[in-house]
């Protein structure tokens, strides 16, 4: 009878002490984006983002072509997910020269546009994202979860594939937003 519960229990044993035990972790993760560690809030005043998951891009407001780019790339992305599209915002946070209305109206019809020009707005903004150079950040979308915080980020130069696969695991698997 003991050696019949050590054959369902020596497994378990031995997984336990593996995994908490050495800290051995699986490597790898499905994820596609960059998984922002440790977690960071979205500064006060974004409350408005924080109703449904959202996809951010922070930028100039005059909107430059990487602007444009990242700004498609979202849009399109947020289209792919048919049903659940209304679950996710979008939003510009315009970091100076706040805003290119006509084009914003034009092309990215519901997207939300934050002014945070002001110095004090711009630093809490910048304390909330991973440390980027500012090349790095013409090309990042971030998205943040119902709570406001900020989860992962993407570079809009890679397949947009990934950011829908992830948009679509985090939607199916929240209970939130």
């Not at 031995?14 to 960059?34: D, K, Q, V």
């Not at 700004?71 to 679950?87: C, E, H, I, N, Y």
């Not at 903004?125 to 440390?131: C, D, F, G, I, R």
Request: charge should be negative; proline fraction near 6%; charged fraction near 20%.
């Amino acid at each position: 009878m003991l050696l019949l519960i050590a054959l369902f229990l020596l497994p378990l044993a031995a997984a336990f002490i593996l995994y908490y035990g050495f800290g051995w972790r699986p490597s790898g993760s499905t994820n596609n984006g960059e998984l922002l560690q440790p977690l960071r809030q979205l500064p006060q005043g974004s409350e408005p983002l924080r109703e449904r998951w959202a996809m951010i891009y922070v930028g100039d407001g005059a909107c430059d072509a990487d602007c444009r780019e990242a700004l498609v790339f979202a849009r399109q992305t947020r289209l792919s997910l048919g049903k659940d599209l209304t679950r996710i915002n979008w939003a510009l946070l315009a970091t100076s020269n706040c805003c290119d209305l006509a084009y914003l109206d034009a092309e990215h019809l519901g997207i939300k546009v934050f002014d945070v020009s002001e110095m004090e707005q711009r630093e809490a903004l910048m304390a909330a994202l991973p440390t980027l150079p500012p090349q790095e950040l013409a090309h990042s979308l971030f998205v943040v979860d119902p709570l406001g915080n900020v989860v992962l980020r993407y570079d809009v130069r890679k397949s947009p594939r990934g950011l829908l696969e992830d948009l679509k695991k985090l939607l199916k698997l929240s209970h939130i937003g």
